[in-house]
């Protein structure tokens, strides 16, 4: 069973920068799992941020950036905003076919 | 404007086997890969299936194969998922996505979604 890990919960404060990280239980993130990000608000579809790694969607400000760091994928938000404060969750792409979600990440500005 | 417009959920028993459907439009259809996620109350998402542009291939999470079935009809730019066997674990809203242009790499629009509740 393949497990997807992502920080249950993290913490920034207006104007800081943080990173959000997507790994695997075995195994390293690498390009190949073209990990993606999305933003979901309570009661709201998710939002795409990121795919293939790296790539914004269609509207996403550059203060959203993905990247590979060390052994995960990484969402790094820089100039948080209040409106940042939500659940961001990781795509990994396991091949055949098979795409698997992290349980997500509650981001808190404070 | 690309919009996904799910319908086919509500309250279902236990046993039953609904399908939802997701009207596409503000894109070629026939041209995406299409997947299903759902998202049981109060928890994360999780994939569900997707399939290849012309529908020849498909493919399912572990705990949905051979109950759920993913199909298309380019035609009507429509995506389906028949649900068979539902039983409480399976209560969600259920949302229609479209992949980026190449398979494999990631989500970029999504549907509103469509609420499905298993219960007697």
């Known amino acids: 069973q393949t497990v997807v890990t992502q920080e249950p919960s993290l913490s920034v404060s207006p104007g800081g920068t943080v990173t959000l990280t997507c790994g695997l239980r075995?195994?390293?993130?690498?390009?190949?799992?073209?990990p993606s990000w999305y933003q979901q608000t309570p009661g709201q579809a998710p939002r795409t941020l990121i795919h293939?790694?790296?790539t914004r969607s269609s509207g996403v400000p550059d203060r959203f950036s993905g990247s590979i760091l060390g052994n995960k994928a990484a969402l790094t938000i820089t100039g948080a905003q209040a409106d940042d404060e939500c659940d961001y969750y990781c795509v990994l792409y396991m091949g055949s076919g098979i795409s698997v979600f992290g349980g997500g990440t509650k981001l808190t500005v404070l | 404007e690309v919009q996904l417009v799910e319908s086919g959920g509500g309250l279902v028993q236990p046993g039953g086997s609904p399908r939802l459907s997701c009207a596409a439009s503000?894109?070629?259809?026939?041209?995406?890969?299409m997947h299903w996620v759902r998202q049981a109350p109060g928890k994360g998402l999780m994939w569900v299936s997707r399939?290849?542009?012309?529908?020849?291939?498909?493919y399912y999470a572990d705990s949905v194969k051979g109950r759920f079935t993913i199909s298309r009809d380019n035609a009507k730019n429509t995506l389906y998922l028949q649900m068979n066997s539902l039983s409480a674990e399976d209560t969600a809203v259920y949302y229609c996505?479209?992949?980026?242009?190449?398979?494999?790499?990631?989500?970029?629009?999504w549907g509103q979604g469509a609420l499905v509740t298993v219960s007697s």
């Open positions: 075995s195994g390293s993130v690498s390009t190949s799992y073209y």
């Open positions: 293939s790694t790296n």
């Open positions: 996505a479209r992949e980026v242009s190449v398979a494999g790499t990631g989500i970029d629009y």
């Open positions: 503000g894109f070629t259809f026939n041209t995406y890969w």
């Open positions: 399939i290849s542009r012309d529908g020849r291939a498909t």
